[in-house]
């Protein structure tokens, strides 16, 4: 542990990584609220995702564009607005639905809060590359960042549940507004360990924007969306799975072990020197994920189930910690927020694709059977990897 203390203890660091921590919550909240919420309310599950779909898909669509912004505008103007917009609209949204306005009201909101919902994740990233100067302390903070993020999606979920089952309706959404608006405002309040704003160095280094390297960008994108299929469908089959053997109860634990198995890998991995670059480091992990999914389309029951998914959440965050490191090595500064949005985007992209085809597989076979589908998410990421370019003997990372 004293790897991830000798980060931290960089001025400034543990207080925008745990003001950026609480500001990713939603990630994990939002969705699922909104779906307790509007089912509660209609008594319809297909409407209420259909609410959810509209907030991910503009949540996808804008996010480069506001990753963009960050770039150019700097972290603290703009994740100010976007928490506020965000926190706005979506408390009106909850105030849509008790009061039964019309549903283009509805939508609208819903879109506008998934619009707005702040990029933290990518800022505190791009804010680990601006004040670490080693690139083994880059790793280790992404790695920290992986291991956070398995901690965001194995607590939001249960919060929101609870909230919402235990208390009202909306008691789990309303408390993603309130995490999401005072985990961005304190984020963005912390301007010493802010990127400088691309803008605001024009006079220093003028002319056109630097070129994306979009031969390394694409694949690596394409690696991310892979990976959020899987994890959509990964998930819809543990749980078909666990109510299939009559255990629906334990779909939650099993979904835990999956992300402590990414979380503890996550762990190690920020702690190695690692003699590897980046890209080989995602192709091997690329091609273990798939490897190690295999099994699980012939498990017979439900304690094998937990170690295989254990076993194979163990290849996840290594892959995306390479992912990170690679596009942190070799997209530019003045455009490393918006990179870091391009993964962000699709992974959650490919959730939602990943949740309807797992869905599909599982009501007409065996619910075993719906594994092939994050099997042949994670060959797709393998394969997308291969396409990553790789570095001549002696070249620059960049090159």
């Known amino acids: 542990?004293?790897?991830?203390?000798?980060?931290?203890?960089?001025?400034?660091?543990?207080?925008?990584?745990?003001?950026?921590?609480?500001?990713?919550?939603?990630i994990s909240m939002t969705g699922l609220?909104?779906?307790?919420?509007?089912?509660?309310?209609?008594?319809?599950?297909?409407?209420?995702?259909s609410v959810s779909a509209a907030f991910m898909v503009a949540n996808a669509v804008l996010a480069i564009a506001q990753g963009r912004l960050?770039?150019?505008?700097?972290?603290?103007?703009?994740?100010?607005v976007a928490s506020v917009v965000f926190g706005v609209s979506l408390a009106l949204l909850v105030v849509s639905v008790q009061a039964d306005w019309p549903l283009v009201w509805v939508y609208?909101?819903?879109?506008?809060?998934?619009?707005?919902?702040?990029?933290?994740?990518?800022?505190?990233?791009?804010?680990?590359?601006?004040?670490?100067?080693?690139?083994?302390?880059?790793?280790t903070a992404f790695a920290l960042e992986a291991v956070l993020d398995e901690l965001v999606f194995m607590t939001g979920p249960i919060v929101v549940t609870l909230l919402a089952t235990g208390v009202s309706p909306a008691a789990g959404l309303?408390?993603?507004?309130?995490?999401?608006?005072?985990?961005?405002?304190?984020?963005?309040?912390?301007?010493?360990?802010?990127?400088?704003?691309?803008?605001?160095?024009?006079?220093?280094?003028?002319?056109p924007r630097p070129r994306m390297p979009w031969a390394t960008v694409l694949p690596l994108a394409v690696v991310c969306s892979a990976l959020g299929v899987l994890f959509g469908a990964a998930e819809v089959v543990t749980v078909a799975f666990a109510a299939e053997k009559g255990h629906a109860a334990v779909s939650g634990a099993l979904l835990a072990l999956y992300a402590l198995g990414s979380l503890l890998s996550g762990l190690v991995t920020g702690t190695i020197a690692w003699r590897s670059g980046p890209a080989t480091r995602i192709r091997w992990g690329a091609?273990?994920?798939?490897?190690?999914?295999?099994?699980?389309?012939?498990?017979?029951?439900?304690?094998?189930?937990?170690?295989?998914?254990?076993?194979?959440?163990?290849?996840?965050?290594?892959?995306?910690?390479?992912?990170?490191?690679?596009?942190?090595?070799?997209?530019?500064?003045?455009r490393l927020t918006e990179g870091m949005a391009v993964m962000q985007t699709g992974l959650v992209a490919g959730v939602a694709p990943g949740a309807t085809l797992?869905?599909?597989v599982v009501d007409h076979a065996h619910s075993s059977l719906g594994y092939l589908v994050p099997i042949a998410a994670g060959a797709v990421a393998a394969l997308a990897a291969?396409?990553?370019?790789?570095?001549?003997?002696?070249?620059?990372?960049?090159?």
Do not use: K
């Open 386 to 399: 291969q396409a990553i370019p790789r570095r001549r003997r002696g070249a620059s990372a960049e090159a």
């Open 358 to 360: 797992a869905g599909l």
């Open 174 to 207: 309303v408390s993603a507004v309130v995490v999401g608006t005072v985990g961005g405002l304190a984020f963005a309040a912390q301007r010493g360990t802010e990127p400088p704003a691309h803008s605001a160095r024009r006079h220093e280094s003028p002319g």
């Open 33 to 49: 609220g909104i779906v307790l919420l509007v089912q509660s309310s209609s008594g319809s599950y297909g409407l209420a995702g």
């Open 70 to 80: 960050l770039d150019r505008l700097g972290q603290g103007r703009v994740v100010t």
């Open 1 to 26: 542990m004293r790897t991830y203390g000798a980060v931290l203890a960089t001025p400034g660091a543990l207080g925008f990584t745990a003001a950026g921590l609480v500001g990713r919550l939603p």
């Open 287 to 334: 091609a273990g994920m798939t490897v190690a999914l295999v099994p699980l389309v012939w498990t017979p029951n439900i304690a094998l189930l937990g170690l295989f998914l254990l076993v194979a959440g163990a290849a996840i965050s290594p892959t995306m910690i390479g992912a990170m490191s690679l596009t942190e090595a070799t997209v530019p500064r003045e």
């Open 108 to 139: 609208l909101l819903a879109a506008c809060a998934g619009g707005a919902q702040p990029q933290v994740g990518s800022c505190v990233r791009a804010r680990w590359s601006h004040v670490l100067q080693r690139p083994a302390d880059v790793q």
